[in-house]
């Protein structure tokens, strides 16, 4: 009796250990036969350069003081401090050189304020009389009226990677009051209660663009 209840104990015991041993294997089974597909993605970057300069190399476009271009006499000196312009004279503004080779697309502009004006410049009978010749960058554009133009039509674009200062770059204002004219109206202007006035106000931008 006992050994048929030791008997039934046994081949139960292997039964189960069989079943296990199925469940298992099927278990691993299943997790190693699958479908599977990954993807993985990594990327850096940086800021783009910019690294545009513009620079000015002195000089101012009208002074107290001027001076004979041959012995350097001085041939006309302010009362005051208020810079002038006579019969004579000429003056060339600071120089503004830009510089730089940005990693983005870029546009220089010049733009005149509305404030620059001609003010008073006008003959004994009333008309307009404007002596002074405009030139920019070496180039002579005319009157006051032509000066503003020019510069407010100075837009140049470049390329990322361009370097901005391969090209013409350089914006140089320069004026002459010939010695030379019309001696009448020029008297007159230099009689004048309130002295005519110029003012001139611009800037040179670079932007980014699209």
Do not use: H
């Not at 041959?70 to 503004?96: I, N, Q, Y």
């Not at 009389?129 to 407010?152: H, K, M, Q, R």
């Amino acid at each position: 009796m006992q050994k048929k209840v030791k008997k039934n104990w046994v081949l139960r015991s292997m039964g189960l250990l069989l079943l296990f041993t199925l469940v298992s294997t099927c278990l691993l089974g299943s997790s190693l036969a699958k479908y599977t597909t990954t993807a993985s993605s990594s990327d850096t970057a940086r800021v783009a350069k910019w690294g545009v300069t513009i620079n000015t190399a002195g000089g101012d476009l009208f002074n107290t003081q001027y001076n004979d271009p041959t012995d350097a006499t001085v041939t006309v000196k302010s009362s005051t401090t208020d810079k002038l312009v006579a019969p004579g004279t000429k003056g060339v503004a600071g120089r503004f050189t830009i510089t730089g080779t940005p990693e983005v697309a870029c546009q220089v502009t010049v733009k005149v304020d509305s404030s620059s004006a001609l003010t008073g410049w006008v003959d004994s009978r009333g008309a307009a009389y404007e002596p002074i010749v405009w030139s920019v960058n070496g180039t002579e554009v005319g009157s006051f009226a032509d000066l503003i133009t020019a510069l407010n039509g100075i837009t140049i674009s470049y390329d990322p990677g361009e370097d901005v200062s391969a090209s013409d770059s350089d914006y140089v204002i320069s004026w002459e009051w010939p010695y030379t004219g019309n001696d009448e109206n020029d008297t007159f202007l230099g009689n004048l209660a309130t002295a005519p006035t110029i003012n001139l106000d611009y800037s040179i931008t670079v932007d980014q663009i699209d």
